[in-house]
């Protein structure tokens, strides 16, 4: 898999272009992706060939384009890939020439959620043609139709709601307090495993009334309600609070509105994605002792969400700075614990 920054039984760490080094990975050697690229013109990291610092959303979303089509080649033929990505918004010109954005990033300030602290300055967002100032990019779906048209298969549209947003100062239109997680595969057939990931159901055996009778209400393997043959009638839906999908497991479908809060990253003064996402996407997304990618590694969140869960991880990262933090703080932690070498 070409030359490691890191490497041990649980964790491989590269320092470098995210393109590049997929390039030297072998073809069908990650069973699932879970990454957040940089985002479109949130900050300057301060790396050359760094990834969110192009002119146009459009030289953005080729860019993108061109390292999932590396990744593509790295993925199993039936893994999956998640890709998170927040908005961003065309800018107002300045007088001397610059760019500058008064409605804000998305609700972003000196950091995005994968832990990447950011220099002072923004990265001058050039407007599209045609595209006046204030308006939302919509750069999340134009990364999602472009793999899309580069052969990617689009499954879901994945809405991460955080409760604990940073306040934005803008009056002139709403908050923004989602982003997006998009699921994409090679093919139309692949790994993708429910039940890890099922909510329980809060009324796991209702009452529902018939024609004046009490009928009881149970979950069947096709995951619709049936009624007891002493209620008669046809497959019923619970109604009011009871809008499930039950299984044989008892447990519901997630669904695709995701609700979790950042959290702070331990050593370091910033809010990071939490855990619990990328563990949502690799327990449905990735066979049990598969390997886990994030061309992005940034503070290295997927990385642990993987060997937490008995997966091999690879992370890969333009700056070292972001390995080693994950390092000290994270990964190598993790794989003490796994190994029971750990206090």
Partial sequence: MGEAYYADEHVTLHHGDAAATLATLEPGSVDCIVTSPPYFGLRDYGVDGQIGAEES???????????????????????????NLGDSYAAHQSNNGGYSDKSGLAGFTSTDTKGRRANDATVPRRLSPGVPPKNLLGVPWRVAFALQDDGWILRNDIIWSKPNAMPESVRDRLSARHEHIFLLTKSARYWFDLDP??????????????????????????????????????NLRAT??????PDTNGGRNPGDVWTFPTTPFPGAHFATFPVALPERCILAGCKPGGTVLDMFSGSGTTGLAATKHGRRYVGIDLNAEYLDLSLRTRLRERTLDLEGGAA
Avoid: C, M
């Fill in 240 to 245: 009011g609070r009871q809008h499930l999908t």
């Fill in 57 to 83: 959303p459009h030289e953005f979303v080729t860019a993108l384009v061109s390292v999932f089509r590396e990744a593509r080649r790295v993925l199993a033929d039936d893994g999956t890939l998640w890709v």
């Fill in 197 to 234: 990931i099922r909510e329980p159901l809060a009324y796991p055996a209702a009452k529902n009334t018939i024609g004046g009778k009490h009928t009881e209400i149970s979950a069947t393997r096709g995951g619709k309600y049936d009624p007891s043959s002493k209620g008669g009638g046809s």
